[in-house]
């Protein structure tokens, strides 16, 4: 195998994965979108029978679309999650020392953490 033989199927590689990333990006943004189930298939069927054009003319004319509608998913995603580290930990991070203790009391009677646990965390909450 020569250089230019491995260069060259690198380079085929390449665009492969660039090719799949554009299709994979493309049908996810066509179930997020509020199109009707009928222009969904055209555009699926477009995809399978005439790929590189269809993937550049739904680029072209939803390119502005498919940016906000993944703005908005990774929005919500940040939010969800925000939300969630809040109701896991709760207000153990801004409550008193009492609170922190009894908590780790709790997980100390429930088996969840060690004694020495208990005590570092007990130690951190009167620091």
Do not use: C
Not at 41 to 50: G, M, N, R, S
């Amino acid at each position: 195998m020569h250089l230019s033989d491995l260069l060259w199927s690198l380079l085929v590689i390449f665009f492969m994965i660039m090719y799949f990333m554009l299709l994979f990006s493309i049908v996810g943004d066509l179930f997020r979108s509020d199109k009707s189930g009928a222009a969904k298939t055209i555009w699926v069927i477009a995809l399978l029978f005439f790929p590189l054009i269809s993937i550049l003319v739904y680029t072209f004319t939803n390119g502005s679309d498919m940016t906000k509608r993944a703005v908005e998913s990774q929005t919500q995603m940040r939010q969800q999650q925000e939300a969630y580290v809040r109701s896991v930990v709760g207000d153990s991070a801004g409550g008193d020392a009492a609170d922190q203790i009894k908590r780790g009391a709790d997980l100390l009677a429930s088996g969840a953490i060690s004694q020495a646990e208990f005590d570092a965390l007990k130690a951190k909450a009167l620091s």
